[in-house]
C-alpha cells in the first residue's frame, strides 16, 4: 500500500558506522551522471551504464550496515495484488551519483555515524518526472542524514523515474575465457598503453604463448603488453582455445579507478566477445565487496578500422 504522509514509517532505512565504504565503492562506477538503485531485502543494487555498451554494477550488502530494514509492505502495490515480502519486488528508482558522492564525502573520511533512509515525501517537493508531466512515484526523495558528535546534517537528494535497463548478459554457459590476476598489474598495463593515445584495445587470451596479451593502437602507433603463464602473474588461467576482441579503450579506462582499488580481477569473456571484469575490494575497517563492469565488443562499421585492427592481431601471431 502507498504511504499516506511523510509521517509513516520509511520503506527502506539503513546505518552504517563509516561513509567511507560506501563512497569506497560508489566513485568506482562513477562514469555517468545517473545510477539506478534497486532495494531489496539483501542489499542495494547500483547500476550505471554508457550507451548500452558499458555497464557498471556495485552490490552493497546489507552486511555493509549496522542496520538495515527493507520495508515492502509500505511499498506501493497494484489494487488487489499480493503483498508477500518473500516475492516483493525490489525498490527502483534513479539518483544523480556525482550528488550521492559528493553528500557522502561530507564525512567520508571521518569516523562518523550515518543513516540513510528513504521516506514518502511525493507531497514535499517536485520530482523531474512530475515537472516533465510525467507519472510520478510514491517516492520523490531520499533522505541522507549524517551524524558526528552532536552534529547532524541533512540532505535530500532528488530521485528519478527508473528506466527500463537490462543488463548486459555475459553467457556463464559459453565462457570463452577466465583469468584472475592482480588489479593493479591489469592497471599498469593499460596505463602503459595510453602513451599511444588509443582509441581502441585489444586483449588476446590463448592456449599457447603469448597467453594474455593487450594491444592498443591509435593516431600515435601501436603498443602490447604481454603476460606470462607464471601461476604467481596469472592465479587462475583458463582459455581452451585463441580467442581475441577488441573494446573501445575510453570505456575500458572507465574502469580505472576500480582498478586501481581493487585487490584481485577476474576477467572473463564469452562467445559473443562480452567481457567482464570483476574487482574484488578490500574495504577499510575489514571485509571485501565486488563491483562488475560489462563491455560489449568494438564491431567497426564497413571500412572503419579494419587494417589497423588486422596489423595488430597479425603482430600478436607473428610472435606465437
Known sequence: MALANGNASPMFSAVSSSARQLFQLLRCINFAPKAQVEINKAGLRFSVEDSRVMQGLAFLDKALFTSYTFNSAAAPHSAGEAEDEEDAEPLSFQISLS??????QIFAFNDAKDRWSSRDSAYSGISNSLARGGSATAF?????VLEEAGVTTTCEL???????????????????????MRASWLHDAISELSSTSPTRLTIVASPTAPY?????SGPLGSATVEFSKDPQLLETFYVPKRVANTYKYSLIMGASKAMSMANKVS????????????????LEGGGVSFVDFRFVAYVPEDGEGDEDEEEVVEGIEADD
Open 267 to 282: 576477467i572473463r569473456g564469452d562467445d559473443q566477445g562480452v567481457l567482464s571484469l570483476q574487482f574484488m575490494i578490500e
Open 212 to 216: 594474455f596479451t593487450l594491444s592498443s
Open 99 to 104: 550528488a550521492l558522492l559528493e553528500t557522502l
Open 140 to 144: 520523490d526523495s531520499r533522505v541522507l
Open 158 to 180: 532528488v530521485t528519478y523515474e527508473p528506466e527500463d535497463q537490462s543488463d548486459i548478459p555475459l553467457q556463464k554457459d559459453a565462457i570463452s575465457q577466465k583469468i584472475i
